[in-house]
């Protein structure tokens, strides 16, 4: 999801009111991107089944990056973590702990959890009901990870993302990904 949110920040940014087509056999990749569908069509890339999705870039200014400043959507969102991360962080020095939590869905519209294991932020999105429009959820998401590395200071390959829905049967235990890296913190 970081690489195609990450896509559709450089395509608001740098390529505005333009159209684009975007091909995956994934659905949910394509609104990671947080750009507007405007059509889907059917068809396969080679012998994959795939979805290509008509994109219109909105005309609006670019979005924030690690270190700037965030955008107005997720002012709030940023100003929480903030304060969150002022308050926890002296007494994360004082009793010499790397990991702990800095946002718990506190607020309705940014339902995350975001956890801190020494220079890395683990992100966890709560799955949003059948109700929220995909695309502005996308939109939302993308807003709030850039409003992550902004205010913690992270690069995005220090911000790891997965998204929390209700898994039945056999899907729960499915692997997401296998890196091969250990991470070492210190908790009291």
Not at 81 to 104: G, H, M, P, Q, S
Not at 119 to 128: I, K, T, W
Request: proline content about 6%.
């Amino acid at each position: 999801f970081s690489l195609h949110s990450e896509f559709g920040r450089a395509l608001r940014a740098h390529c505005p009111d333009w159209r684009v087509a975007v091909i995956t056999p994934r659905r949910d990749l394509a609104t990671a991107i947080g750009v507007p569908i405007d059509s889907e069509h059917e068809l396969f890339n080679g012998a994959i089944e795939s979805i290509a999705f008509r994109m219109r870039v909105p005309a609006r200014a670019g979005e924030s990056e690690a270190g700037a400043s965030v955008e107005e959507p997720a002012q709030e969102f940023a100003n929480r973590l903030r304060k969150n991360l002022r308050t926890l962080a002296k007494w994360a020095r004082k009793e010499e702990i790397e990991c702990y939590r800095v946002y718990d869905a506190d607020l309705p519209d940014y339902s995350f959890a975001v956890d801190l294991y020494g220079q890395h932020a683990h992100v966890q999105e709560y799955a949003p009901p059948k109700t929220v429009d995909p695309t502005r959820a996308a939109a939302r998401r993308a807003d709030a990870l850039a409003a992550i590395r902004a205010v913690l200071e992270l690069p995005p390959e220090r911000v790891h993302f997965k998204m929390r829905e209700r898994q039945r049967g056999a899907a729960q235990y499915e692997r997401n990904a296998q890196t091969g890296r250990r991470l070492k913190v210190h908790e009291s």
